[in-house]
């Protein structure tokens, strides 16, 4: 398998939980380097810029002031199969359904609020990357 990067959101609910650092932990534990790692606070404008996909969803409006209501954690994973391997620790999208030991079941409330984002494909992962971070503000490929 071939070392890849998926961009990891640790979402306002978890921050304000202050579930962040038990959620990197959980991910360096199950294998990850965290090779760039930034806390901010999302204006409206990064926010639908990075979820312009769903702009025409009606939850579209809703998300955008989730993801800006306090600060997030945003990092750049690596490992082998990074994107497959991370959305299989982040588990479901509704924490109810996701698999014991999950992040989302472990600090998920809902579908809405479930403590982090993950690319869903190496291509999107490249791209929600370079949304966030400069090619100099990630440690190089090992």
């Not at 990197?24 to 979820?51: P, Q």
């Not at 299989?88 to 579908?111: C, E, Q, S, Y």
Request: glycine share 8%.
């Amino acid at each position: 398998m071939a070392t890849e990067r998926t961009l990891c959101i640790i979402k306002p609910d978890a921050v304000e939980k202050k579930t962040g650092g038990a959620i990197l932990a959980l991910l360096e534990t199950a294998g990850f380097s965290v090779v760039a790692l930034e806390k901010t606070h999302l204006s409206k404008v990064v926010a639908e810029g990075f979820y312009a996909v769903h702009k025409d969803r009606p939850f579209f409006g809703e998300l955008v002031t989730f993801m800006t209501r306090s600060p997030v954690i945003i990092a750049v994973l690596e490992r082998d199969d990074a994107v497959a391997k991370y959305r299989g620790v982040m588990g479901a999208t509704d924490p109810v359904k996701a698999d014991a030991g999950t992040i989302r079941k472990l600090f998920g409330a809902n579908v809405g609020e479930n403590a982090v984002h993950g690319s869903d494909s190496l291509a999107n992962a490249k791209n929600e990357i370079a949304y966030f971070f400069a090619a100099n503000r990630v440690a190089p490929t090992a």
